[in-house]
């Protein structure tokens, strides 16, 4: 007989990895969920006491560092970096997120790791203080190999319209912060790969080699996952204020900081003044990457930059140091076209 199961999809193994997941998926209720795993659609109630508010979104992959979770066979964190690639961006906005959906491909549906997956999802969603509302696990044999997956999803936050954080109040002057990054986070994998040697037949061995300069092997530091910087950019909106603020993902500097400023504003930014992790150093060495391409791809050790008023500049680094994180006056706003000078 040709069933569904002989062609390469499992739905019993479909059924298990949702009752597996369906512990860490609890987790992440806050209020305003509605209803429960399982239904067509995930259901969220607007909380009240906004004005005007605004829904502000988000949506994003982890991209090609899922290589290293295969090489690793360690699943458990990828999915924290899908959440933080949507929910910082949304929380750029001022906005705070609300609920998150992931969408998993896999080539054959093993589920226990579908439900390590999830469990990293949640995770995540539980540093963003938002909720995983629902989701969609796809298999696919014969498009994807059955041992890999690809992993992506989006997230909804709210905003009031006269709060948003949008660059209209930034001005020359203003300083900027820089807020530290846990490493690569999930951006510039493809050229990662390739420096550490991730795509031969030696890659296995290579994930496996300990760095003393890391103090961990090559896999463990590919793999930290991305820092989810939600709830300490929201209290600083609350009790300090920003003016703009820039995600440093893929593009590093020269990309996104221009992306936060309004016409007529550039940003200056005085080298040496934060820590650039040691992954950086590594891999600018052994491959020999003019320090421009590693600005133009990388995070360099800040996962974001927010620009405030000047004389609020030690108040803005207290309270992100308050809300633990490490954080760095590193720069102000000039006048120029958008332009990123490191000095």
């Not at 949506?59 to 959440?83: E, M, W, Y």
């Not at 999830?118 to 044999?141: N, S, Y």
Request: glycine share 12%; with cysteine; proline share 4%.
């Amino acid at each position: 007989m040709n069933t569904y199961k002989a062609a390469g999809v499992d739905v019993e193994a479909g059924y298990e990895a949702v009752r597996l997941m369906k512990k860490h998926v609890r987790k992440t209720v806050i209020d305003g969920v509605l209803g429960t795993i399982g239904g067509f659609g995930g259901l969220f109630e607007l909380p009240a006491g906004y004005k005007n508010p605004v829904l502000v979104s988000g949506t994003d992959g982890v991209g090609t560092k899922l290589r290293l979770a295969f090489l690793s066979d360690k699943h458990d964190t990828i999915g924290q970096d899908c959440v933080a690639m949507c929910v910082n961006d949304v929380a750029c906005s001022g906005a705070k997120p609300l609920f998150f959906l992931d969408y998993l491909a896999v080539g054959k549906n093993t589920p226990e790791k579908v439900a390590e997956i999830v469990k990293g999802v949640a995770d995540g969603c539980m540093l963003a203080g938002c909720a995983l509302v629902g989701g969609e696990t796809a298999e696919m044999p014969g498009f994807y190999p059955p041992d890999e997956y690809d992993l992506a999803g989006f997230s909804v936050g709210i905003v009031e319209k006269d709060k948003i954080t949008d660059g209209k109040n930034a001005k020359k002057g203003n300083a900027l912060i820089g807020m530290a990054s846990s490493g690569i986070h999930s951006n510039g994998y493809s050229l990662v790969r390739k420096i550490f040697d991730l795509n031969s037949e030696k890659a296995s061995e290579n994930i496996s080699v300990y760095s003393d300069e890391l103090g961990k092997t090559i896999g463990e530091e590919l793999l930290t996952p991305t820092r989810i910087y939600v709830k300490p950019l929201l209290s600083l909106i609350d009790k300090v204020g920003i003016n703009t603020i820039s995600h440093i993902t893929g593009g590093g500097f020269y990309e996104n900081i221009p992306r936060m400023l309004p016409d007529g504003l550039s940003a200056k930014i005085k080298l040496g003044s934060w820590e650039v992790l040691p992954i950086f150093d590594l891999m600018r060495k052994k491959a020999d990457i003019p320090m421009h391409d590693m600005y133009n791809t990388f995070n360099m050790g800040l996962g974001m930059i927010a620009a405030v008023d000047a004389d609020k500049a030690d108040a803005a680094v207290k309270c992100l140091e308050a809300a633990g994180e490490k954080a760095y006056i590193i720069g102000e706003l000039t006048d120029g076209d958008k332009s990123v000078e490191l000095v």
